[in-house]
């Protein structure tokens, strides 16, 4: 299985959100100080409410990243024919643009393996900033006349920052 699906499968299996610290808060995005969640909180310690916000979070970033993975994956395809653009133009045409809200599967963090406890909301961002950042980065760069051996890495195993990944499946 791809890396990058893996940790899109990963990623809602448990569905908590992780967006960058990009919003000038102390915590992951939705999930500041005022809400408890901060990047030094155990996942297992997750209210309800952070769960929420963390999994909003999340959904907002997963539109993007699906985008990106499904741009990557029409140009592997398509690489080496005459007619590539053409093919990558029907490719993402057909490829479905909007999965729709994500559910929300675990309430809180009492919903978690014991193993959770050692990985906090930070890791976690940490983990999809490697991930999402990575698609978007082969995405822009990817076009017909690359060579596909430059996008190995998308074939690899998890980036360093999902190690957590390897102990602790939930």
Same mark, same amino acid.
């Given at each position: 299985?791809?890396?990058?699906?893996?940790?899109?499968?990963? +990623?809602?299996?448990f569905v908590f959100?992780?967006?960058?610290?990009?919003?000038?808060d102390d915590g992951?995005?939705g999930?500041d100080?005022?809400d408890?969640?901060? %990047?030094?909180?155990p996942?297992?310690?997750?209210? +309800?409410? $952070?769960a929420?916000?963390?999994?909003?979070?999340f959904d $907002?970033?997963?539109?993007d990243?699906l985008?990106?993975?499904?741009?990557? /994956?029409?140009y592997?395809?398509?690489?080496?024919?005459?007619?590539?653009?053409?093919?990558?133009e029907?490719?993402?045409a057909?490829?479905? &643009?909007d999965?729709g809200?994500?559910?929300?599967e675990?309430?809180?963090?009492?919903?978690?393996?014991?193993?959770?406890? %050692?990985i /906090?909301?930070?890791?976690? &961002?940490?983990?999809f900033?490697?991930?999402?950042?990575?698609?978007?980065?082969?995405a822009?760069?990817?076009?017909?006349? +690359?060579?596909?051996k430059?996008? +190995?890495a998308?074939?690899?195993?998890?980036?360093?920052?999902?190690?957590?990944?390897? /102990?602790?499946?939930?």
């Amino acid at each position: 299985m791809l890396a990058y699906r893996k940790i899109a499968v990963l +990623s809602i299996a448990f569905v908590f959100g992780c967006g960058g610290d990009d919003d000038g808060d102390d915590g992951a995005d939705g999930a500041d100080g005022a809400d408890g969640a901060d %990047d030094m909180t155990p996942l297992t310690e997750l209210s +309800s409410a $952070d769960a929420q916000a963390l999994c909003e979070a999340f959904d $907002d970033r997963y539109d993007d990243a699906l985008l990106d993975f499904q741009t990557i /994956t029409c140009y592997l395809s398509a690489i080496g024919a005459t007619d590539c653009e053409e093919l990558v133009e029907g490719c993402l045409a057909t490829a479905p &643009n909007d999965p729709g809200a994500l559910t929300c599967e675990i309430t809180s963090g009492a919903d978690l393996p014991a193993c959770a406890a %050692d990985i /906090t909301v930070g890791d976690l &961002n940490d983990c999809f900033d490697a991930v999402f950042g990575g698609l978007a980065g082969l995405a822009d760069e990817i076009t017909c006349e +690359s060579d596909p051996k430059d996008f +190995s890495a998308i074939f690899e195993g998890l980036p360093e920052e999902c190690a957590f990944y390897d /102990t602790c499946e939930f």
